[in-house]
């Protein structure tokens, strides 16, 4: 029931792209995209319903093929800042919502 | 700082004991929403209140209990501890009844069981 998440991790220099996969053994309402840094709170990125509505930050972008019940999040031109562990959450039917294993991306100078 | 606030930040205790998580939500939110965070089992879902009404339930032990107040702080009871319930435990908090819309996160309450 626990989302998987790929890669597990990864490792940029700034100003690269990368893309975080979300897979779900069952259907999603919605996806839903945090960032943790070490120490501290997830913090909400962006969310995605059936239905193709979004909200999010505007430097984020992420896609939600509900079909294959998946969602990928890409990050383009890397920061620094945009180290952290990536978490995608997903709701599914009977009210529930689970987390994804995470993904750690390390953005390097 | 996201606007809510979670007591205590730290929590060392016994098992077998009981302790109570405390949550407030940003202003103007309605639903409060925790989460438990360990390294083995990552972060779950326990459960969701809105309005007072607990709105969904998660992967919440009999031991563990919740109820959000007219006010709408939250907290979150936790009995009978054992040495694997230590863990961080986040509250959040959005503004709608909508189940899982966007979470604000607290700072969390880091709980050690001895």
């Known amino acids: 029931q626990q989302p998987v998440q790929s890669p597990q991790a990864v490792i940029l220099r700034e100003g690269e792209d990368a893309v975080i996969n979300c897979s779900s053994s069952?259907?999603?309402?919605?996806v839903h995209w945090y960032r943790q840094k070490h120490g501290e709170a997830p913090v909400f990125l962006m969310i995605?319903?059936?239905?193709?509505e979004q909200k999010g930050h505007e430097k984020i972008s992420a896609s939600f093929n509900e079909k294959k019940q998946q969602s990928s999040l890409y990050l383009t031109a890397s920061q620094l800042s945009y180290s952290g562990t990536y978490f995608c959450g997903t709701e599914v039917p009977g009210n529930q919502f689970y987390f994804g294993t995470g993904t750690s991306l390390t953005v390097i100078p | 700082d996201s606007g809510v606030t979670q007591t205590p930040k730290h929590l060392i205790t016994a098992t077998g004991q009981r302790v109570t998580l405390r949550c407030s939500p940003r202003?103007?939110?309605?639903?409060v929403y925790w989460y438990q965070q360990s390294l083995d089992q990552g972060l779950q879902f326990l459960i969701q209140y809105y309005n007072g009404e607990e709105r969904a339930k998660g992967n919440i032990l009999e031991r563990f209990s919740a109820q959000q107040f007219p006010d709408l702080h939250s907290e979150l009871n936790l009995s009978s501890l054992e040495l694997g319930d230590s863990a961080l435990y986040f509250c959040a908090s959005s503004v709608g009844g909508q189940t899982f819309y966007e979470q604000y996160f607290g700072p969390g309450t880091r709980l050690t069981v001895t």
């Open positions: 202003s103007g939110d309605l639903s």
């Open positions: 995605l319903l059936k239905g193709g």
């Open positions: 069952k259907a999603l309402y919605s």
